[in-house]
């Protein structure tokens, strides 16, 4: 792993738990609003917890970069 893969992973980690919550946050508010869902909570929040700690990895993953660009950037012009 280059330097540049370690640095990304390093920024995808710090960022995880805040996307994590914004994908839970809009998940859970889903579930709850939508009459149907919210009538078999006991089954779709623990989904939607499962589900939001998945798809948090890889939404971190890829917008780590765009947190980055300020650093690349400058070392580009250096």
């Known amino acids: 792993m280059n330097t540049d893969n370690q640095a990304r992973l390093r920024v995808a980690t710090l960022i995880y738990l ?4 914004v994908v839970f946050g809009v998940g859970i508010i889903t579930v709850l609003m ?4 919210a009538q078999h909570a006991f089954f779709w929040v623990p ?14 993953w890829f917008i780590a970069p765009s947190m980055m660009m300020r650093f690349i950037l400058a070392r580009r012009t250096h």
């Not at 805040?18 to 919550?21: E, K, L, S, T």
């Not at 989904?47 to 971190?60: D, H, K, R, Y």
């Open 34 to 37: 939508t009459p149907t869902l």
């Open 47 to 60: 989904a939607m917890i499962v589900t939001s700690f998945i798809l948090s990895a890889p939404l971190a």
């Open 18 to 21: 805040m996307v994590n919550a």
